[in-house]
């Protein structure tokens, strides 16, 4: 007989909820509890943030007016504070920008 232990191998099930956060660069706009299908790769220049920085952006459900932001953004920053802190104007944490400049350069 198996014990209520609920850390055994056999009794750990995956959470039924997948989920994603749709965001603009100020806040979590909406979470939705299925795998979202709309993937913003039609912005113009989204190729040019590098695999890193695309995956990342998708993964956390930008949408693509924030995404399009970044692109421009990114296109004039001459260094990763003036590209934070132009991002943090449109309300994006500086860290986050910071993060994301570093992934844009891999």
Sequence with gaps: ???DNPLE???ISTSPIIYTHVRNLRRVMESRYYRSTVVATTVPGFD???VYARNY?????YI???I???VEVRNIARTNEEFALALSFHGLP????????????L
């Design 1 to 3: 007989m198996l014990d």
């Design 9 to 11: 191998p056999d009794r």
């Design 48 to 50: 040019t943030l590098g």
């Design 57 to 61: 952006l998708v993964a956390h459900g």
């Design 64 to 66: 693509e007016s924030a």
């Design 68 to 70: 399009g932001i970044i």
């Design 94 to 105: 500086v860290s986050e920008g910071l993060f994301l400049w570093h992934l844009s350069n």
